[in-house]
């Protein structure tokens, strides 16, 4: 199998260990002559890869079982902008929420079907080129909800805002794993699977069990966390594939060093693009100038000359690069670099951004 560098920003790169041993449970799993796409979510085979997934999931971000509840659910993390308020906000109450780009918006918008909103901070106003360090919370909000990194802007928290009394709630889709965080410092968080952490189909959630707790009642029975976390996962059939790749996924970075190795390499593999973009002013304008902002999964830049970017993407095709147009709503380009994506690619990339720049 010829592998080339995907900077696809998700479904994105997944390790290439992980794919064969993908491929070989598609054909057989446990010895049992049956495919992971044919054993009962109820059978001793699936269960056992379901709890698998749960432990390594907490013990990899440093989440005690005692008080956190794993979710596996479907519905991408587009779903859980309206399931979070739906459970944890009432309409008398007021959510905080930090408008950090389009994902942000998004989120924002199905929050305010349920309750009030007050954006907290924004960075709207400078095209969410920044992550804001002023906020205006509500003394009494019923969360404050970020996202670590936007994916689609470049931006990443260089560090966890004090949420004051307000639970903190993050949507951490496209880092999750890439970083060595405090993890205990939310209250709730949540991700899609296919960035980071597997294939598409599985969004994680991680919730504290003291504030489920006081999750509303009056939530339809599969929008309920409570019924997901009552249940285990298994109230109805769990996107079973998608949860086997992800304990692969789990154990590759286990076996990798987990998240302070994670945290290492990713700053590495960041750095050698963002060196070579930052040496050539005149050539690339790279879409976010604070530095301590940057993004480690998404580098987006542009070029100074616009005229020059179809000759800039095929010169990446002809190196066997793909993946790296921005996305649709801000143009430039975008290197999403994950995980699994190979530092070798990173260099690659690094070393064309120098090439190009002369030529
Ligand atoms: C930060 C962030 N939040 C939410 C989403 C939406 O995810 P999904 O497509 O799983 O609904 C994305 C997708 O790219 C994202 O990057």
Redesign the pocket.
């Known amino acids: 199998m010829k592998r080339i560098y995907n900077f696809s ?2 479904p994105a790169i997944l390790p290439e260990e992980v794919l064969q041993q993908a491929s070989a449970g598609v054909l057989e799993i446990d010895g049992t002559g049956m495919s992971i796409l044919e054993v009962s979510h109820r059978g001793p085979n699936y269960e056992a890869i379901h709890h698998d997934a749960e432990n390594r999931l907490l013990s990899i971000l440093g989440l005690s079982s005692n008080e956190w509840q794993p979710i596996f659910l479907g519905g ?3 779903l859980q902008f309206a399931m979070l308020p739906m459970n944890f906000l009432s309409s008398n109450q007021t959510a905080d929420y930090v408008n950090t780009g389009e ?1 942000s918006t998004k989120a924002i918008k199905e929050a305010k079907r349920y309750g009030k909103v007050n954006i907290a901070a924004s960075s709207e106003g400078n095209k969410f080129a920044s992550i804001p360090t002023e906020f205006n919370l509500t003394p009494d909000a019923a969360y404050l909800h970020i ?1 670590t ?3 689609i802007e470049g931006t990443e928290w260089p560090a966890l805002p004090s949420a004051g009394k307000a639970p903190l709630i993050a ?1 951490c ?2 880092d999750i794993f890439a970083r060595d965080i405090p993890y205990d410092r939310f209250h709730m968080l949540y991700a ?1 699977a ?1 960035k980071n952490a597997g294939p598409a189909g599985l ?1 994680i959630v991680l919730v504290r069990k003291d504030f489920l707790e006081s999750a509303n009642a009056d939530v339809p029975t599969m929008l309920s966390y409570k019924t997901h976390a009552g249940a285990g996962s298994l109230y109805n059939t769990p996107p079973v594939f998608s949860i086997f790749v992800f304990d692969l996924v789990l154990k590759w970075i286990e076996e990798r060093g987990g998240l302070e190795n994670m945290d290492r390499c990713n700053r590495r593999k960041a750095g050698l693009i963002y060196e070579a973009l930052d040496e050539f002013p005149d050539v690339y304008d790279p879409a976010v100038t604070n530095k301590a902002d940057r993004s480690l999964m998404n580098v987006t830049f542009r070029l100074k000359d616009k005229g020059r970017e179809a000759e800039f993407l095929a010169g990446a095709q002809l190196r066997e690069m793909d993946g790296l147009k921005g996305h649709r709503s801000v143009g430039g380009f975008r290197a999403s670099i994950y995980n699994a994506f190979p530092e070798t690619g990173c260099a690659a990339l690094a070393a064309y951004l120098r090439e190009f720049a002369v030529s």
Do not use: E, I, L, P
């Open positions: 920003a998700g991408g993390a587009s994902w996202t990194n936007n994916t949507d889709s496209s899609g296919q969004t």
